[in-house]
Nanobody, 127 residues
């Protein structure tokens, strides 16, 4: 099992930036992909971004359509931490952001492919 702890959420004005972090601990060697999902009030959980690696090399990085060109996912291998840099934030980005870890997801944008989840961090973008 892997434990995930998100941080970096907060309140920001539209057009601003935030960087979310997700620190993993436990059996991290068994996980080869991490993703970010978000859930706004009254809406379904939405795929934001995912990253996958083999050894120390990144083999995949992908994004949901609503964040492409604005968000960037990255990983610090030594710290077992994944980051989500969020730029040009919009009020519609307001949500609880969850970090997830998976072994070898068959598809990266499906929440069911991930085994471990963090508690979430709140991002609020004011207009």
């Amino acid at each position: 099992q892997v434990q995930l702890v998100e941080s970096g959420g907060g309140l920001v004005q539209a057009g601003g930036s935030l960087r979310l972090s997700c620190a993993a601990s436990g059996r991290t060697f068994s996980r080869h992909a991490m993703g970010w999902f978000r859930q706004a009030p009254g809406k379904e959980r939405e795929f934001v971004a995912a990253i996958s690696w083999s050894g120390g090399a990144i083999v995949y990085a992908g994004y949901g359509d609503s964040v492409k060109g604005r968000f960037t996912i990255s990983r610090d291998y030594a710290k077992s931490t994944v980051y989500l840099q969020m730029n040009s934030l919009k009020p519609e980005d307001t949500a609880v952001y969850y970090c997830a870890a998976g072994g070898r997801p068959r598809v990266y944008n499906a929440a069911t492919e991930y085994d471990d989840w963090g508690q979430g961090t709140v991002v609020t973008v004011s207009s």
